[in-house]
């Protein structure tokens, strides 16, 4: 089975000099995610938004891939957009928000993190279980579509695929453990309701981040996808303000 229609990466060109990396989150597709990076591109920032392996076909090839699949997509992405540009930022949505945390901690020359309810732990007693469950479950009800605007609805999974569910949860382990080597300036925005991501995220990422400059955005009126959500355009306007302030020019010359 091909991509799902909508749920093909994207890129678009730059005229400013700077670029802007864009993640999906688990189960999802750069569908979510695609008004954001028009969003930027008319901002003038060069955009790519991969296509993470196991994604946007059907929620059984998902568990034939692990986060090394997923991390390795990005920073392939990651590194084409340095090329051409000479700031590059990193924006995610929940498990791509793991990814950009996970790309800073490699990569010192990232200008910037823009987290959108980042993902890098759960505290609910079926996430304990996931390694066994693996083994014996193939899928559990989906994450999916977490979104208060009527009439949004998220491209993504109808199913949660439980092996790959596991590889994030090992990913969520080392990115919290290196979290002290984030020293970028980070914007993260995360939704005060959120049905998938928990909120104790939020308070690990602030607290751990090695960043003198951390902005924190609550957003009141959207659920998980935020991105597709009715704070959708305060996300991209600070977005683009985030990269254009001067201090942002302080990271990425190394």
């Known amino acids: 089975m091909g991509v799902l229609a909508g749920a093909e990466p994207f890129a678009f060109p730059g005229t400013s000099g700077a670029g802007f990396l864009l993640c999906h989150g688990f189960t999802g597709t750069p569908a979510g995610l695609r008004g954001w990076g028009e969003h930027l591109s008319a901002a003038g920032f ?41 700031q590059v930022f990193v924006g995610g949505l929940s498990m791509g928000g793991t990814l950009a945390l996970a790309l800073a901690q490699e990569f010192g020359w990232i200008s910037g993190l823009v987290l959108v309810n980042p993902s890098v732990t759960r505290l609910s007693a079926d996430a304990k279980l996931l390694p066994l469950l693996s083994r014996v479950v193939p899928s559990v009800p989906a994450i999916a579509n977490d979104i208060a605007k009527p009439g949004e609805t998220e491209l993504a999974y109808p199913r949660t695929p439980v092996r790959a569910a596991a590889s994030l949860a090992r990913l969520w382990k080392k990115v919290r453990a290196d979290l002290p080597k984030v020293t970028q300036p980070v914007l993260l925005l995360h939704s005060r309701v959120d049905h998938v991501v928990e909120p104790e995220n939020a308070r690990i990422v602030l607290s ?9 955005v609550v957003l009141e009126n959207s659920f998980h996808v935020a991105t597709q959500d009715h704070d959708a355009d305060l996300i991209f306007s600070r977005s683009v303000d985030f990269a254009r302030a001067p201090r942002a020019g302080q990271v990425g010359a190394g």
């Open 208 to 216: 751990g981040v090695s960043s003198a400059d951390v902005t924190e």
């Open 46 to 86: 060069a955009v790519r938004c991969p296509l993470l392996p196991g994604h946007g076909t059907r929620w059984p090839d998902l568990n034939r891939t692990t986060w090394q699949d997923w991390y390795g997509a990005v920073r392939e992405e990651l590194l084409a957009l340095r090329a051409g540009c000479d």
